[in-house]
């Protein structure tokens, strides 16, 4: 079954470092994107990918980096340049096509951050 | 003003209540909408596209009004498994870029 997979689930970093957050989509998708989500905050977008080796910031990239390297996979770090990293990431994807009512996002089950 | 604004609740029903929400957003020229279903801790899932026409899938409508800007979720004979947090999203696209703008949450929690 196609889907979208995120690891690892539950990820502890210590201060100064830099840990990186897995995501591979086996749907064929072409746009691919990282959320943050923190209590009470809803949804906020990191990056995304439209295309292989093309990526833009979205609202909150500061302290995060990514890369576009194979269609399948969009890896997000978390440098220590993030000052409060402690969240739930979630990676999404989605198909390119230009019926604007037709895309919704797949998401994968998240990664849990935590500063210890 | 907020992009996309939901009452946060929580709204608290007995099994099989209606219960009714609503959205606002600010972009009039916002093209696509959704509503999305979150259980506590898991990620959203899709529960469905909203149509200008509105549209209805089992015991869930949705509804939009692009005069006022303004979109809704009817859930029918609620189910202890409805218990969860209902996101409106709204769609912006221009050109080859899209920008889902995401709102709080709605919680709703359905009681035996």
């Known amino acids: 079954d196609g889907g979208i997979t995120q690891s690892p689930k539950y990820l502890f970093r210590k201060e100064g470092q830099n840990v990186t957050l897995s995501c591979e989509q086996n749907?064929?998708?072409?746009?691919m994107y990282w959320y943050r989500q923190d209590p009470g905050q809803g949804l906020r977008l990191i990056y995304y990918?439209?295309?292989?080796?093309?990526?833009q910031k979205g609202d909150i990239a500061e302290g995060y980096s990514v890369s576009r390297e194979k269609k399948e996979s969009f890896p997000l770090t978390v440098t220590s340049a993030q000052k409060n990293p402690t969240a739930f990431y979630l990676c999404?994807?989605?198909?390119?096509?230009?019926?604007?009512?037709?895309?919704?996002?797949?998401f994968g089950s998240g990664t849990r951050l935590t500063v210890v | 003003r907020k992009e996309v604004e939901q009452d946060p609740g929580p709204f608290n029903v007995p099994e099989g209540a209606t219960v009714a929400f609503n959205c606002t957003y600010s972009?009039?020229?916002?093209?696509?909408f959704f509503w999305y279903r979150q259980d506590c801790r898991k990620e959203p899932k899709l529960l469905m596209s909203?149509?200008?026409?509105?549209n209805e899938d089992g015991r869930f409508t949705a509804q939009l009004n692009r005069a006022s800007q303004y979109i809704s979720l009817l859930i029918r004979d609620s189910k202890l498994s409805d218990s969860a947090t209902y996101l409106c999203?709204?769609?912006?696209?221009?050109?080859?870029?899209?920008?889902?703008?995401w709102g709080l949450g709605t919680s709703l929690a359905v009681n035996p």
């Open positions: 749907l064929n998708h072409d746009a």
């Open positions: 999203v709204v769609g912006d696209y221009a050109g080859n870029n899209r920008k889902l703008i």
């Open positions: 972009n009039s020229a916002s093209q696509s």
């Open positions: 990918s439209q295309i292989v080796n093309d990526f």
């Open positions: 999404a994807s989605s198909s390119r096509d230009r019926i604007p009512t037709n895309y919704g996002y797949t």
């Open positions: 909203v149509y200008s026409s509105g």
